[in-house]
Each structure stands twice: as structure tokens, then as C-alpha cells.
């Protein structure tokens, strides 16, 4: 389980906004919300970068 969607909503982001951010496609951001998906490392940080967290709140700590 991962707080992608959380971190989302509280940067007021779509998915299309923060998949035009990290360079993917907002399919990529919803399978990823949706545990479908594993992104890559350098995926991860761009993600937590453009949500302004760490990787660890983003991805691991419950």
C-alpha cells in the first residue's frame, strides 16, 4: 500500500497534472494509486520530489 492518491489530493493534483509532472502517463499514476504497479526508484523519487515528501511516508511507513 502506498499514500500516492494522499499526498495527491492535499498538492490539489489530478492524476493528469501529476502524471504530466513526473513524465508518465495518468494510467500510470492510477495503477500506482491502485497498488497495479510498481514504479522504479527513479519513478519514486519523482514522484515524492513533486508531492514534497520522502520516499519512506510516500512508499513504506504505515
Do not use: H
Not at 500500500?1 to 492510477?30: C, D, H, P, W
Not at 508531492?51 to 511516508?57: E, G, I, P, R, V
Amino acid at each position: 500500500m502506498n499514500r500516492v492518491k494522499e499526498y495527491r489530493m492535499k498538492q490539489k493534483f489530478t492524476q493528469i497534472e501529476l502524471a504530466k509532472k513526473v513524465g508518465v502517463a495518468r494510467q500510470t499514476v492510477n495503477l500506482i494509486e491502485n497498488d497495479k504497479y510498481n514504479p522504479s526508484l527513479s519513478l519514486c523519487i519523482s514522484l515524492s520530489r513533486v508531492l514534497k515528501t520522502d520516499l519512506n511516508a510516500l512508499f513504506w511507513e504505515e
